[in-house]
């Protein structure tokens, strides 16, 4: 007999302008910070600047993800 999958409720979290769930937001954080530091592996520490970019977004849009959370 096959099983049924039972969706939870989704914890949506804020994404710019849009909001998004949690894996979602895992996936877009992915896209941001993996090609960053990928290079700086491959260069020795060298970073370019759309890879500083890239990382910066990074951590200001997990901040308001953050405080969204907090203040529920």
């Given at each position: 007999m096959p099983?049924?999958?039972i969706k939870t409720p989704q914890t949506?979290?804020?994404?710019?302008?849009?909001e998004v769930t949690l894996r979602e937001l895992f996936k877009e954080l992915n896209k941001?910070?993996?090609?960053?530091?990928?290079n700086l592996y491959e260069m020795?520490?060298?970073m370019y600047l759309s890879d500083y970019?890239?990382?910066c977004d990074a951590q200001w849009r997990i901040?308001?993800?953050l405080e969204e959370y907090k203040n529920g």
């Open positions: 099983t049924k999958k949506l979290v804020k994404w710019g302008h849009e941001l910070v993996a090609d960053p530091v990928r020795d520490g060298d970019r890239k990382l901040h308001i993800s």
